[in-house]
């Protein structure tokens, strides 16, 4: 680039210039602020890639929509979500990285001290919505405070292909774990396996904990600090796991991330998962045929009744961010009834409202293939359960405990051993011996 040889300034215009400016910073240091142009933020929010791409699309315009709105910039950052927890670990670590994110499972209580605190912004939202769901608000709700707001849950009801089930001559689908068990042995027999994941995903997380409650196991107590898994009614919980692995699945699902099953059942073979609503979206996003066969019904139920996992994702904001108050601001204007309802219809139901008073909102009557989702909520527990979430549960969670327990016994470990190695596991998480993210 070529040089540009500076111009001479008369003397009289340079000090008029110059007291100018003087006078100009003067005022500002006297107001406290920076003059407009120079006042404008970025509010930085980490997220996770939403397995309904629209979702992400109407954040970001709210996003962009609110920055022009209050002088600001908010940029959404996105990211796998099986990598956030070594994310936010990191950031947590070096108190540095993005104002805000979207925690998960536990995340609250794991780092309790430091996320600013929520009582008053949560206070409001959940008296204008009729107030949180239960597992919703034990997922935010520390002893020190809510730690974070609830943004959304995910509910988990049995997805299948339902010709594949009138193929095998059922009526219907499972309404119980051995009911998918029996079923599940004809239908791979017929070429079309079912399939839950038995790897490290957040999947087969969902699954174990809706799975062991209902069979009435526990993996801690509810003091929350004392290890439950090695009892009879995990080793049931193990033994139904073997079978249904050995007569009903494939090995494929040792291997499964979080979109192992939807592709899985997209494919045409899978004729069962537990999963959200996800595959369905995709099938209708992208035009395959294969959705007029797709169908949900609420999650089967064990011995021990009905009970769901369903992970509640909620909206956290770091101590060391400089723009908590932008933040509480921009948090509140996701939840302004237009907003929160145009980002819920871009998920295309996958996204559940965590408020009372939306358990009615107008996208459960879009699809009558939808109308059984709000029902999850009846039998939802946060992880954990009996006890309340805790640190421990996301150390159980982020190390996979139990899901690595269940792929030992299916491999071959017999079922004390695989419960007496978790029941370790879980006691070192408890002692917080293990790592995060």
């Known amino acids: 680039m070529d040089q540009i040889a500076p111009r001479s300034i008369p003397r009289r215009r340079f000090l008029r210039t110059a007291a100018g400016a003087t006078a100009g910073m003067a005022s500002w240091l006297a107001l406290g602020k920076a003059p407009a142009y120079a006042q404008k933020r970025e509010l930085t929010f980490l997220s996770w890639n939403h397995f309904v791409p629209a979702a992400d699309d109407e954040l970001r315009k709210q996003a962009e929509a609110f920055g022009k709105a209050n002088n600001c910039t908010v940029r959404v950052d996105t990211m796998a979500h099986l990598q956030m927890p070594a994310k936010i ?12 994110y979207r925690t998960a499972s536990a995340d609250p209580f794991l780092y309790e001290n430091l996320l600013v605190n929520m009582d008053d912004l949560v206070g409001k939202l959940g008296k204008a919505g009729g107030g949180w769901y239960p597992f919703a608000a034990e997922s935010c709700q520390t002893k020190s405070g809510w730690k974070a707001i609830p943004w959304f849950w995910v509910s988990f009801p049995g997805t299948y292909n339902m010709a594949h089930f009138k193929k095998a001559g059922f009526e219907g689908p499972p309404k119980t774990w051995d009911d998918l068990l029996k079923m599940g042995k004809v239908l791979k027999k017929q070429g079309n396996p079912v399939g839950i994941p038995i790897s490290h995903c957040s999947d087969a997380h969902s699954t174990y904990w809706s799975v062991s409650w209902s069979f009435g196991a526990k993996v801690l107590e509810a003091d929350g600090k004392t290890p439950a898994i090695s009892s009879e009614k995990t080793a049931q919980v193990i033994e139904w796991y073997k079978e249904l692995y050995k007569e009903a699945m494939e090995p494929e699902v040792l291997s499964w991330d979080d979109a192992g099953n939807n592709r899985f059942l ?10 959200p609503v996800s595959p ?16 949900h019904h609420n999650s089967p139920s064990g011995p021990a009744g009905t009970h769901s996992a369903p992970p509640n994702l909620s909206l956290g904001i770091w101590k060391f961010s400089k723009n908590q108050e932008l933040a509480k601001e921009f948090i509140a204007y996701l939840f302004q009834k237009p907003n929160f309802d145009a980002w819920i219809v871009a998920s295309n139901a996958f996204n559940h409202p965590p408020l009372k008073n939306l358990a009615d909102h107008p996208i459960w009557a879009r699809n009558p293939k939808f109308a059984m989702l709000p029902k999850e909520a009846e039998y939802g527990h946060p992880r954990g359960w ?36 978790a029941q370790e596991q879980v006691a070192l998480a408890v002692k917080g011996q293990l790592k995060v993210g």
């Open 89 to 100: 670990a990191a950031e947590a670590q070096s108190q540095s990285g993005h104002d805000m």
């Open 266 to 275: 997209l494919s045409g073979k899978g004729a069962w998962i537990h999963n």
């Open 280 to 295: 369905y979206n995709a099938a209708l996003a992208n035009k395959q045929p294969i959705a007029d066969d797709i169908n």
């Open 386 to 421: 009996p006890a309340k979430p805790n640190e421990a549960v996301q150390r159980i969670d982020d190390n996979y405990i139990m899901a690595d327990m269940v792929a030992k016994a299916v491999n071959g470990m017999p079922a004390k051993r695989a419960m007496d190695w």
